[in-house]
């Protein structure tokens, strides 16, 4: 379980301060779906969850479910295709 409340992660370039996530919540059991245009702080929250970086503020806490406790992964199925 992934669990991010108040996460903000603004870097610095040359042209300025950018911020690439901005108050971040994601409830532990939620699901949620990472999209967006290039520079929108995809695989910067990506490299948070995966704690390959740090949030400037806020807090990222991941935990592993109890023993015994399966994770209900939604499904999907493709239509059929038509003969």
Do not use: H, K
Not at 66 to 83: E, I, K, M, W, Y
Request: proline content about 8%; glycine content about 12%.
């Amino acid at each position: 379980m992934i669990e991010l409340a108040g996460v903000t992660s603004p870097y610095e370039t040359g042209a300025g301060t950018v911020t690439a996530l901005a108050d971040v919540d994601v409830d532990a059991g939620e699901f949620v779906v990472v999209l967006g245009p290039s520079g929108s702080g995809r695989v910067t929250l990506l490299n948070i969850i995966g704690a390959l970086d740090t949030p400037t503020s806020g807090t990222a806490a991941s935990r592993r479910p109890r023993p015994g406790r399966r994770l209900a992964v939604p499904t999907c199925s493709a239509p059929q295709a038509r003969r």
